[in-house]
């Protein structure tokens, strides 16, 4: 059995259930946090799990750079290399790839591209790009798509998505050949040096969590550019190939925000009610929450991260830009309504010291904030969604 | 009652155990970790906590460019401000800005020097570091000196001396004059904004660790360049000037370690016993374990901390410069003799590679690794010691 969502309530085309995987099962719809580089800037794992983190995600094209595919599978993959025994999904690399607009090129067999670091040289295709997520071990991975660029006519946008759904098809067959490969799947019967940490949330050893015969799973990628009908297209034919959760990619690219939102609501429409559904790379608070109770499973997004370590703060009473004056003698908690250990520790005056001060901390402790509260947000919704009515038979099956 | 030093066991010239303060009992001898700005770089105070560190110094100087003395003090001084209700040391500012080498100016009212910052013009004479010291509000507070440089000749490290000897008695006469002026004086009755955390190291309110009377301490300096008839003299008109603590300062200017250990074992002579002692800026751990075993009670430096954001580690092996290829698939701990939260939780390889990629979580995991090791190997010096013999009353008065 591959990962799998266990719908347990409903709430017009909202869901709220399971997302099972071989690390652990994850509350849905859920907001993953960003690790990058096998790391959220800033934040260790066991404040990770203390917050109630998951599921994180993880992007190939960095990992393939630094430290290397080969490195993470030689350490065992990468719940293993970053110490965390809980769920990770990684991107494919197609969109970081294709935002190197002036550094690659893209072909029918894949992109070559020059590393943002070094300018050396590397090539991804559908192929490479399972064999890397293979070789990473995360417990969901993604196909290799083409993220349309913003704006493109339609002639364009079709030519790109007929070549993620060639490429789609590519994954498949690859990642079916060799999906047996996946690092921890040698490494169950292993002794591995986990943590001797005694409190309840530090991980198990590897193989505990991972019932016999659970495995990665290869999701697949909606395109389709703006065009409702390309997308309602994209979205049927990759249903076709078959896959066991499906994305919707190609957005949060330029386009307003109104687009995205009509996008997405019209492309949910065409997704299997029964699998996950994944917006990726979306949104503020108020759109992973609208987004959760339009029906998506699953969102992640750097702006929490980001927008930490640039200062900008999520609270209940809306966006604080830490770095303001009027905070310098401000007693209070940043929110009042948060029970976030920032929060509940420190006032403004003092976030705000650390933050015009280049301090460390203040990118530590902002970006525990904004996590906790892109969570606490999801928490919120599949609270909401709970207490709306039990799943129907009918609602699994609409 | 002031802060003062309850010796509990010595063995040789080696004594050990509890500081006391108005913000608790700290075990000695004692390394301090450096917290420059109200932060220990990277580390949050629930961390500190963990850690098991009782005292934490901060610097003068640097508060008081950033966020300012008066901020700290309106915000109810820097227990408050910082959200830590342990014990807190500030220096004077003397070193630092005698370290400006070229942007201070000495006369014998005090110095005038242009801030590091933006070179805004300020002035600090000794009323004006203890009126700063006062404001900020830490237990133990230093008396401004002239931090004699190095190499000096003797007439230069005497006249040096000489200003420093005049200083401590205005810092003296203004401390005792103003010492009632310190922040939580105030506050101690009135209803303080702290953590409504539950775990058993959350901060209780402020004002519950003081009991009445207790207040801020004034701890002299001793100086004397590189000469031990000077320090020694420097000494015993310092403790006539009467002080309830004294510092040994003016070292780690420069000169080599064999000098600064000669001149630290011949000062240490001349100290009281039955008072704390304290060695400013110093060293590496073998030299902490050395100094503590000499009769040292107190010590600080920057070495763990600004070390470990330079990827050097300290460990039971030696140090570990942990940007070396060699440890790139290394799934060692990085000190498998380490009990630390790094330690037990992640590999060198994946130590090596966050400090590789410049990520944050490096700076983080590597300072508290190291502020660990220096705390452990007080741990294990203050064992030491009470593994010796019990205080006799002669040990106490020798």
Redesign the interface.
Known sequence: MSVHLQIEATRGAARAGKLITPHGEVETPVFMPVGT??????????LLEELGVEILLSNTYHLFL??GVE?VR??GGLHR???WDRAILTDSGGFQVFSLTDLRKVTEEGVAFRSHLDGSSHFLSPEKAMEAQIGLGADIIMAFDECTEYPAELARARASTELTLRWAERCKNYFEEHKSEVPWARAESAEV?????TNASA?TRAGEMRPPGTRQALFGIVQGGMDTELRRESAERTIDIGFPGYAIGGLSVGEPRELTRDIVLSTLEHLPSDQPRYLMGVGTPEEIAEYARSGVDMMDCVLPTRAARHGLLFTSEGKVSIKQARY??D?N?LDPACDC?VC????R??LR??Y??N???A???NTVHNLHFYLATMRTVRAWIRAGHAPAASALQM
Do not use: I, W
């Not at 580089?37 to 066991?46: E, F, I």
């Not at 509940?344 to 006032?347: D, I, T």
């Open positions: 580089l096998a790391s959220v800037k800033g934040v260790s794992q066991d630094r430290p490195t030689r350490m290399f970053m110490s040096r986990t943590a001797g940490r991980p310098a003698q007693e908690a250990r509940q520790r420190y006032s005056a003092y010291h650390l015009s001060s301090e460390l901390l990118q530590v402790l």
